[in-house]
């Protein structure tokens, strides 16, 4: 089965920066995701990670270590618009199912 | 089309009746997938299509659930005799990679979801 853990709330200050934590425990896991969800609205694709390390788009970067089960979401310059809430998901891969096991999500108010 | 659509976007139902849930896919998406997402939750994954194929429904709930798509485009999840339980968001989602994916490395694209709400 899969566990993912990440924090419930978040409060940053605009121009700030803010790491978001994502901790999971999977059997066959192959990949992980970062999604953006703005209240009401559907969940928009941030990154994927499926190797070690730190993957870097613009102001958000998404780090993973496999060995740990950790993940975390990089938010540079925080910007009013970044409000939302950010899911951690597990992709299993392999033959058959690609579908994603999300958290519950973390949602982050962004202050000026 | 420019992104994933669903119809209806809210429905209201009484309990006991039989709803279909409508998905369009972006074209030339072969793979389709259907999630449940409760509020302050995220996506719970209900099943899964490659082309016309159903190759998991490991996620639907029980056998009141169903969804098909006959012609590898559109797709329909019908629940059937509905429960208060069933009330939630419905949400859609397809993805170019289907049978020639590797590692899972493919991108899901989320429509904006039926809201559901069983009287």
């Known amino acids: 089965g899969q566990n993912i853990d990440q924090p419930t709330e978040m409060t940053a200050t605009e121009g700030a920066i803010v790491q978001i934590n994502c901790t999971y425990q999977t059997s066959g896991f192959n990949g992980l995701f970062w999604y953006q969800q703005h209240a009401g609205e559907a969940p928009t694709f941030l990154s994927y990670?499926?190797?070690?390390g730190l993957e870097e788009k613009g102001r958000f970067s998404s780090f993973l270590s496999r060995s740990k089960g950790y993940s975390y979401l990089l938010l540079k310059e925080l910007q009013m618009k970044d409000s939302a809430s950010y899911l951690c998901?597990?992709?299993?891969?392999?033959?058959?199912?690609?579908?994603?096991?999300f958290g519950k999500g973390t949602k982050l108010s962004v202050i000026p | 089309g420019a992104g994933v659509s669903q119809s209806p976007r809210y429905k209201v139902t009484k309990r006991g009746q039989d709803v279909a849930l409508r998905c369009d896919p972006i074209?030339?998406?072969?793979?389709l997938y259907w999630y449940r997402q409760a509020l302050g939750q995220g996506p719970e994954f209900l099943t899964y299509f490659n082309y016309e194929a159903q190759q998991d429904k490991s996620g639907l709930p029980n056998d009141r659930f169903s969804a098909e798509r006959p012609e590898g485009s559109i797709s329909t999840l019908t629940i059937q005799r509905t429960e208060q339980r069933d009330s939630a968001m419905y949400r859609c989602?397809?993805?170019?990679?289907?049978?020639?994916?590797?590692?899972?490395?493919?991108?899901?694209?989320f429509g904006p979801g039926t809201r559901l709400t069983v009287l």
């Open positions: 074209s030339g998406h072969v793979s």
């Open positions: 989602a397809s993805s170019l990679a289907g049978r020639d994916v590797v590692h899972g490395t493919d991108t899901q694209y």
């Open positions: 990670n499926v190797l070690d």
């Open positions: 998901a597990t992709s299993l891969g392999g033959a058959g199912s690609y579908q994603l096991t």
